[in-house]
Nanobody, 115 residues
Framework: QVQVVESGGGLVQPGGSLRLSCEAS????????MGWYRQAPGKQRDLVAN???????NYADSVKGRFIISRDNVKKTVYLQMNSLKPEDTAVYYC?????????WGQGTLVTVSS
């Protein structure tokens, strides 16, 4: 089981950038796939991107070419670099295992894209 703490959210103008961080616990972090998810108001929680233990990545079509997921196994941290942000990216962003584990959701970090 992995416990996570997300950070890095905030208010940003359209076209701007943010980098989210997810600090994880657990001695097996380097062996598990991790994902970033988001939940917009009134909508379901969806996968944004995932990264496998070896570093291969996958992205939702809506963020391809704009977001980059990465990991640092020494720091047990997963990052989400978000560029060219759009108002529709506004959501609470969560980190979890991939596939997600019901016991590993953090509190999330709010990203608001607005002028």
């Amino acid at each position: 089981q992995v416990q996570v703490v997300e950070s890095g959210g905030g208010l940003v103008q359209p076209g701007g950038s943010l980098r989210l961080s997810c600090e994880a616990s657990g001695s097996f972090f380097r062996l598990v796939a991790m994902g970033w998810y988001r939940q917009a108001p009134g909508k379901q929680r969806d996968l944004v991107a995932n990264i496998n233990p070896g570093g291969s990545t996958n992205y939702a079509d809506s963020v391809k070419g704009r977001f980059i997921i990465s990991r640092d196994n020494v720091k047990k941290t997963v990052y989400l670099q978000m560029n060219s942000l759009k108002p529709e990216d506004t959501a609470v962003y969560y980190c979890n295992l991939y596939p997600s584990n019901v016991n590993s959701w953090g509190q999330g970090t709010l990203v608001t894209v607005s002028s």
